[in-house]
Structure formats: structure tokens, C-alpha cells
């Protein structure tokens, strides 16, 4: 179970960055997976079919309510730096 959670954790994060372009908190984003993390091991061993729709619905609450909040207008570390994402992931994908 502890494998399977912070799989998911982690891809979600790396899901919400990739396609949103936006930053997940870690520890919301493991609240959210240990809501479901019981429905995702019973969809995995029982039907492996359901297990996309269990996902999809962890990825949207996960972009509705797991995303990093700046207190105060404090800037995070990548806004500070001005990485741009899309060129990142850019560089990622083509050195992969």
C-alpha cells in the first residue's frame, strides 16, 4: 500500500506539472491519494478495468484542490528563478 501511494503521489505530481503547468503540494497531494488509496487497491486487485476512472478523479481533485498556495505573495523557488516549465520539460523529454 505504501509503494502504491506514493507512486501515485509522485506521478500525480509530475502529471499535474506536465499537463497544467502547475505546482501540486506534496503533502495536499498525499491527502488526497490516502482518501482514495483503498479504492485503488480494490480496483487493482479486483477490477483492474475501473482502476483509469479511480485515477482520472484522484488527477482532478488533486488539480482542484492540491495546488501550492502562496501565502502572503511570497514567491516559490521557481518563481523566483523564472524557470519557464514548458522549456524544461522540453529539454527533459528531448535528453530522454
Given at each position: ?63 482542484r484542490s492540491g495546488l501550492k498556495s502562496h501565502r ?5 523557488v521557481f518563481d523566483i ?16
Amino acid at each position: 500500500m505504501l509503494l502504491l501511494s506514493s507512486a501515485v503521489i509522485f506521478k500525480m505530481r509530475a502529471l499535474v506539472l506536465e499537463n497544467k503547468e502547475l505546482e501540486a503540494s506534496e503533502i495536499k497531494v498525499s491527502e488526497i491519494v490516502h482518501e482514495y488509496i483503498d479504492r485503488l487497491y480494490f480496483d487493482l486487485i479486483k477490477f483492474p478495468s475501473e482502476i483509469f476512472n479511480t485515477l482520472k478523479l484522484v488527477f482532478e481533485n488533486v488539480v482542484r484542490s492540491g495546488l501550492k498556495s502562496h501565502r502572503k505573495d511570497k514567491k516559490t523557488v521557481f518563481d523566483i528563478l523564472g524557470v519557464c516549465y514548458k522549456r524544461t520539460l522540453g529539454r527533459v523529454k528531448v535528453a530522454a
